[in-house]
C-alpha cells in the first residue's frame, strides 16, 4: 500500500520504475495474494502514465496482461487492464495494433458488464479508433458496439461524450443525406439530456455543420441554423461553437436569393463577429467576408455596394494573413479552384487590388481582364497552379532532413579569399569571423547553352531569343563534394575549392505556403495557430483524441495530447529566407515527358512532377488558340518561375541544387552590383547572411592550402578542412 500510494506522488519515470520492481518482486513471491497483485496492477497503470515509448508501454501492459489472466475473476485488476490497455492505444500508429488493444479490452467489457470503470476506457479507445478509421463500414460497425455502450449507461456523461464524438467522425465520412440526419437526431438526444455539458453541445454543433454541407433545401437549413444559433446562445463564450455557427451560417447564404434574407443572415454573422469574445478571430471574420462577398453580388444599389465593399476591406486587415494561408492550400489542393465557396471573396479582394505584395499580385491583372467564369481566366489559374505546385515539388522539403545531404559549392581560390577577408570586421573593431557573402549571378552566364530553355522545349513553347537578358539570379550546389568532373568543370580546374555550406545556411521548404512569387515586395508572415476552413470536413475529432490518463483530468489510480508566407514550424525552421530548389534533368521532350531520377529525388518526385508537367502541357496546348498578346504574356510569366529548374539529361552528374532570387534589370535597383574582376561586368546579387562554411575541400591542384588554413581556423573553429586526393592531371 505505502508503495502505491509512493507512486501516486511520484512525477519522474525512473523513481516510478524502481517502485514498480519492488512492488513486482512481492508479488513474485506471493504469487496467490490478489490484495498484492491489485497494487502491482494499480501501480503499472500509473507506470504506463509516465511512458512516452510505445514499446516500454507494451512491456508494461504485458505485465499487467498476466496478472488479470491469473485473477480472471477479479474486477479491479481488470479494470486496471483496462486503463492499461487504453493507455497503450494512444501510442499505437498502426490501425491493427490499436484494433487488437481495442479487441482485448471488449472481451473485458464482456466479462465485466455492469463495469462502468470498464466501460469507460473502452468507449474512449473505440472514439479513437474512429479517428483512424477511413473505411465506412468498419466505423458503422465500431459505431454498433460504441452505441450499446451507450444506451447501457444512459446515465453517463463520461460515456456520453466519447459516442457523441464519434457520431462526429462517423458523420464526416457519410455521404448519405438521410443517414447524417440520423446520426444528427442520435446527438440532440444527447445533447437535450446532458444540456449542461459544453462537449457534447459541441460535438453537436459540429454535426449540424456537417449536415449543412450535404442539404440544399433552404428551409431545413434554416431549421438547422436555428438550432445552432440556440447552442451559441447557450454558450456564448464558446470559439468551437461560434466557429460552427459561423460557417452554417455562410452555408446558409449560399442557398439564400432574396436580398432581404441574406442581409438577416449576415446581420447575425456581423453580430458574432463584434461579440467580446470573437473580436480577434481571424476565422469568424474570413467567413463574414465570404458572405459579404455573396451579399455584394446580390445588392444593386451603389450606396449598399460600396458599404459592403468598406466593410470587407476594413476586414481584410484582421483576416488577410489566414485567408492567404487558406488559399496557399485551395490552389495546392482543389483543381478547381474557381468553383469553390471562396473564391468570390478571393476574387473580390484581389479585384479591389488588395493583394499587390502577395504571390497573388500577378492574379490582379488577369481578373480584372477577364470575365469570373471565363475559359481564358480558368486555364490561366490552372497553370499559375500547376506551375506553384512544380516549384513544391521540386523544392527541397524540411521532411527530407533524415536524408545525408552536402551543399557543395566549386569555386576559385580567389573566392575564398573574398569570402575569409577581414576589412569590414577591422573597421569596426569587431572580432574575427566569416563575414564575407556569397553571390547570385546572371542566369545570363550559366555554361550550359541551353539553359532556360529546356522548359521551353519539353512544354512545345516559342524559344526565348538568347539575348534576351534575364532578371534572375541564381547560385549553384552539388552533393557532389569531392568529385573528379566536377573538379575539372567548375574548380579552376582542380586549383579551386570546394565549399560545403552549412545545413542552417539555407531554408527547406516545410509547406506549400512556403512557395513564392517573384513579384513580391512585401511578405506576409504566418502563426502556426492557423486552422484551414474547409467547408466539408473542418468537423471531425480526428485532432482531438482521447489521450492517456496522463494527458488528461482522469486521476492517476491509488487505494482510494526573405520568403513570403510561411508557417513557422520550429525556431529555425525559416532563418534564412533562400529556399534550394533541386534541378530537374529531361531525357525525353516527347509526347509524354519523362525526368532522369537521380539520389536527390525519390521515384514517387519524379512520377508526380512527369505528371504535373503533362498537365501543364495540355493546358498550355489548349490555350494555344487563343493568341492574344496579354494573355501569352500571362502565360510566360508563369513560366518564367520554373524556366531554370529544368536542364538537360547530359547534365545530370551535377545533382544540381539552386536557389534563385528575382530582381528586375532597372538602374535604381540597388540590389544589383558589377562584379569587373574579369573584364566584363558581371550582374549579381548578394545573400542577405554571411555565408555559414562547414566545410573547405582544396582541390588536387590547389597550391599551398596550409597557407590558408591558419586564417579558417582564426575565423571560426569549427570549419573541417581537407585536401582532395583524387588523381588529376
Not at 208 to 233: C, D, G, M, P, R
Not at 332 to 353: A, K, Q
Request: proline residues 2%.
Amino acid at each position: 500500500m505505502i508503495l502505491l500510494n509512493l507512486s501516486t506522488e511520484q512525477t519522474v519515470l525512473k523513481e516510478l520504475e524502481t517502485t514498480a520492481k519492488k512492488l513486482e518482486k512481492l508479488q513474485q513471491k506471493f504469487q496467490d495474494s490478489h490484495d498484492i497483485a491489485l497494487q502491482y496492477a494499480r501501480i503499472l497503470v500509473n507506470l504506463s502514465t509516465k511512458q512516452t515509448v510505445l514499446k516500454e508501454r507494451m512491456t508494461t501492459a504485458k505485465k499487467l496482461e498476466k496478472l488479470q489472466q491469473k485473477f480472471q475473476d477479479s474486477h479491479d485488476i481488470a479494470e486496471a487492464f483496462a486503463r492499461i490497455l487504453f493507455n497503450l492505444s494512444t501510442k499505437q500508429t498502426v490501425l491493427k495494433e490499436r484494433m487488437t488493444t481495442a479487441k482485448k479490452l471488449e472481451k473485458l467489457q464482456q466479462k465485466f458488464q455492469d463495469s462502468h470503470d470498464i466501460a469507460l476506457p473502452y468507449a474512449m479507445i473505440l472514439f479513437n479508433l474512429s479517428a483512424e478509421q477511413t473505411v465506412l463500414k468498419k466505423l458503422k460497425t465500431t459505431a454498433k458496439k460504441i452505441e450499446k455502450l451507450q444506451q447501457k449507461f444512459q446515465d453517463s456523461h463520461d460515456i456520453a461524450l466519447p459516442y457523441a464524438r464519434f457520431l462526429v467522425n462517423l458523420s464526416a465520412e457519410q455521404t448519405v443525406l438521410k443517414e447524417l440526419e440520423t446520426n444528427a437526431k442520435k446527438l440532440e438526444n444527447l445533447q437535450q439530456k446532458f444540456q449542461d455539458s459544453h462537449d457534447i453541445a459541441e460535438a453537436f454543433a459540429r454535426i449540424l455543420f456537417i449536415l449543412s454541407t450535404k442539404q440544399t433545401v433552404l428551409k431545413e437549413l434554416e431549421t438547422n441554423a436555428k438550432k445552432l444559433e440556440k447552442l451559441q446562445q447557450q454558450f456564448p463564450e464558446s470559439p468551437d461553437i461560434a466557429l460552427q455557427y459561423a460557417m452554417i451560417l455562410f452555408n446558409l447564404s449560399t442557398e439564400q436569393t432574396e436580398l432581404n434574407k441574406l442581409e438577416a443572415t449576415a446581420k447575425k454573422l456581423q453580430e458574432l463577429h463584434e461579440h467580446e469574445h470573437f473580436q480577434e478571430s481571424e476565422e469568424i471574420a474570413f467567413i463574414y467576408g465570404m458572405l459579404l462577398a455573396i451579399l455584394f453580388n446580390h445588392q444593386t444599389e451603389l450606396s449598399e455596394r460600396q458599404q459592403t465593399t468598406k466593410i470587407i476591406k476594413t476586414l481584410y486587415k484582421q483576416f488577410s494573413k489566414f485567408m492567404i494561408q487558406n488559399f496557399d492550400d485551395l490552389f495546392f489542393s482543389n483543381e478547381n479552384v474557381c468553383d469553390s465557396e471562396e473564391y468570390m471573396l478571393f476574387n473580390f479582394i484581389l479585384r479591389e487590388g488588395l493583394l499587390n505584395n502577395t504571390k497573388y499580385a500577378i492574379l490582379q491583372t488577369w481578373v480584372k481582364r477577364y470575365k469570373e467564369d471565363s475559359s481564358e481566366l480558368r486555364n490561366l489559374l490552372s497553370i499559375y497552379q500547376l506551375v506553384q505546385k512544380i516549384k513544391y515539388q521540386l523544392g527541397l522539403k524540411d521532411e527530407d532532413k533524415n536524408q545525408v545531404l552536402k551543399f557543395g559549392h566549386y569555386t576559385k581560390g580567389s573566392t575564398l579569399q573574398i569570402m575569409l577577408d577581414q576589412e569590414e570586421n577591422e573597421k569596426k573593431k569587431s572580432t574575427f569571423s566569416v563575414a564575407g557573402k556569397t553571390r547570385l549571378y546572371n542566369a545570363n552566364y550559366m555554361n550550359d547553352p541551353e539553359e532556360g530553355i529546356v522548359i521551353e522545349q519539353i512544354l512545345g513553347l516559342d524559344r526565348r531569343d538568347i539575348l534576351e537578358p534575364s532578371s534572375w539570379f541564381l547560385m549553384s550546389f552539388t552533393n557532389k563534394t569531392d568529385d573528379l568532373a566536377m573538379w575539372s568543370q567548375y574548380g579552376d580546374d582542380a586549383k579551386g575549392v570546394c565549399l560545403v555550406l552549412r545545413e542552417d545556411d539555407f531554408s527547406r521548404f516545410t509547406s506549400f505556403n512556403d512557395v513564392s512569387w517573384r513579384q513580391e515586395k512585401n511578405f506576409l508572415e504566418f502563426s502556426d495557430k492557423m486552422y484551414l476552413l474547409k467547408s466539408e470536413l473542418n468537423s471531425g475529432f480526428e485532432k482531438s483524441i482521447f489521450r492517456s490518463e496522463s494527458e488528461n483530468s482522469v486521476d492517476t489510480v491509488n487505494d482510494e495530447g526573405t520568403e513570403p508566407n510561411s508557417v513557422k514550424k520550429d525556431s529555425d525552421s525559416k532563418g534564412n529566407s533562400d529556399y534550394l530548389y533541386r534541378i530537374a534533368y529531361v531525357k525525353n521532350i516527347g509526347e509524354d515527358i519523362e525526368l532522369e531520377q537521380t539520389e536527390l529525388f525519390e521515384e514517387s518526385e519524379i512520377e508526380e512532377l512527369e505528371k504535373l508537367l503533362n498537365s501543364l502541357k495540355e493546358k498550355l496546348d489548349s490555350g494555344s488558340k487563343v493568341r492574344k498578346k496579354n494573355y501569352q504574356d500571362a502565360i510566360a510569366e508563369c513560366i518564367e518561375e520554373i524556366r531554370y529548374l529544368f536542364k538537360s539529361v547530359d547534365y545530370k552528374y551535377e545533382n544540381e541544387l539552386r536557389i534563385l532570387r528575382y530582381a528586375n534589370l532597372n538602374p535604381s535597383n540597388k540590389e544589383i552590383k558589377i562584379d569587373k574582376t574579369s573584364g566584363v561586368g558581371k550582374l549579381y546579387v548578394e545573400r542577405k547572411n554571411s555565408i555559414q562554411i562547414g566545410e573547405v575541400i582544396f582541390g588536387p591542384k590547389f597550391p599551398n592550402p596550409e597557407y590558408v588554413t591558419p586564417l579558417l581556423k582564426l575565423l571560426d573553429e569549427n570549419i573541417d578542412y581537407k585536401k582532395s586526393t583524387i588523381k588529376f592531371r
